[in-house]
């Protein structure tokens, strides 16, 4: 195992374990589907998510990346910044590559079948982060692959940037209470779950809102952004056409793009 890929392991572990260690002692709501049903459905999504987007570009960010950089291409291998700009831009623009992807796939209708598959849970938990369809992940990582084909960021930028949307991905769905003072700051610069959690309401105004991954600070210079509320643990979370969405297995969670028509958000 290379180094990165060992730096990926602990961190996924260490955060997923100090997240549902949270959701167990502090949950903010009770979740009325089966645990090991949705947790064993969002894992096949992921583990068939990872082998198509193995299988279809053969390489990680990662690799590309220090291709890029030996190579001097990329817009900031043409420029005299220090290291630290060129890591700070690179972490950035991957971030902001995943804010943009985000609000297409609410705007492009069949973009929208395939990342209803995420929206349709219905349970919020730690694993809700790893609830994407095949297709959304093969999508995603192009993009990510052609922003680092064209900026040409540090390796560690892109190996950072990764690593943080994980732990996001597991923090921002988590079921737990954060308190109230520590996520109003932390939302100053970060998604919080209070704020990724007005994303994933029934209501569609508010599924077209905070579409943030890491920082928050894109919502607020684009104008999607929308403070949550005081929120409480009945207010329900999902699609209204899929209402026990968190009941599907994975089978039925693959093939919801094709079996339902696209709701306009």
Known sequence: MTVSGSVWGYVCVLAFVAIALAETFLPFRSLRSSTSRRWISNSVLFAVSAIAVFCAYQL????????????????LNRVALPYSAQFAIGFAALDLTAYLSHRVYHAVAPLWRVHQVHHSETDLD?????????????????????????????????AVSGAAVL????????????PKTADRVLRLLIVTPAMHRVHHSQAIPEQNTNFGTVFSFWDRLFGTYVAPQ?????????????????????AGALFLPFRRPPKQT
């Open 60 to 75: 990680s960010g990662i690799a590309l990346a220090f291709t890029i950089r030996a190579t001097s291409h990329g817009a």
């Open 126 to 158: 730690l694993m809700t982060g790893l609830r994407f369809h095949p297709l959304e992940a093969l999508f995603t990582q192009g993009l990510v692959l052609i922003t680092i084909a064209l900026l040409g960021p540090p390796p560690a930028a892109v």
């Open 167 to 178: 732990v996001q991905d597991f923090l921002m769905h988590a079921n737990f209470r954060f």
């Open 230 to 250: 005081p929120a409480s643990a009945e207010e329900p979370c999902g699609l209204a056409e899929v209402p026990q969405g968190s009941e599907l297995d994975s």
